[in-house]
């Protein structure tokens, strides 16, 4: 089964307004936390967010942020102000167990491609 | 500071032969992973390393892929002989495993063509 399902293989959105690429997992373990990275054109794979498990508040950084539904398990990145240069490929991924646990690998999902337009 | 630093960052070969794509980690990371990215298999891990010694290799191919660890700054994936389905891009990546996120730093990749 997937533990990671990104459902958009495209999304478009216009410059300057917000997007959401959605994300939902699967596991049954009670610590996991949940990355999104960016892969531009030129191909190396950047860091963007992270949630943890037990994190009460939707996770921020600049102009992305993670709307975390525990219950329907997702974990959707927003991009508030969208601007050309977010046209890139984004990927969720998961860890299971805590962080500093022995088994501690990534779990990616398939991607969503972001296009952003003038 | 310096980022993961793989190389080479292209390489092209033909069918059968041993390819060496290398690896310099973030220093102070303890953790070391190998990624294959295709079109059509999306991003795989292939081995991951905890302080030099591999803990899970389950992602790795076949008999063909071998990857080793002999100190922290340095890690190699040896592909003998390589095939033109092993033709994608390799991804290094590091992490410190005491991190508050335990988030993975990428390097740039080696794009492997086989011929």
């Known amino acids: 089964a997937q533990k990671i399902t990104q459902t958009q293989p495209g999304m478009f959105v216009q410059e300057k307004e917000a997007v959401t690429l959605d994300c939902t997992y699967d596991t049954s373990d009670p610590s996991y936390g949940l990355f999104w990275y960016k892969q531009p054109s030129s191909g190396e794979m950047i860091f963007l967010i992270y949630q943890g498990s037990y994190d009460q508040q939707n996770a921020t950084e600049g102009r992305y942020s993670l709307n975390f539904q525990k219950a329907r398990k997702s974990a959707n990145l927003v991009i508030s102000a969208s601007q050309l240069g977010d046209s890139a490929m984004y990927f969720c991924a998961m860890r299971e167990g805590l962080v500093g646990g022995g088994y501690n690998k990534l779990i990616f999902g398939a991607g969503t491609r972001l296009a952003v337009h003038p | 500071d310096a980022g993961v630093i793989q190389s080479p960052r292209h390489e092209v070969t033909e069918m059968g032969q041993e390819v060496t794509l290398r690896c310099k980690p973030i220093?102070?990371?303890?953790?070391l992973f190998w990624y294959r990215q295709t079109m059509m298999r999306g991003l795989e891990l292939l081995i991951y390393?905890?302080?030099?010694?591999?803990?899970?290799d389950s992602g790795m191919p076949e008999d063909r892929f071998s990857a080793k660890m002999p100190n922290a700054s340095f890690s190699t994936l040896k592909i003998q002989p390589s095939e033109p389905r092993d033709s994608a891009v390799y991804f290094c990546?590091?992490?410190?495993?005491?991190?508050?996120?335990?988030?993975?730093?990428f390097g740039p990749g080696t794009r492997l063509t086989v011929l």
């Open positions: 390393f905890n302080n030099n010694v591999p803990i899970d």
């Open positions: 220093s102070g990371h303890n953790s």
């Open positions: 990546a590091s992490r410190k495993q005491e991190s508050y996120y335990n988030e993975q730093f």
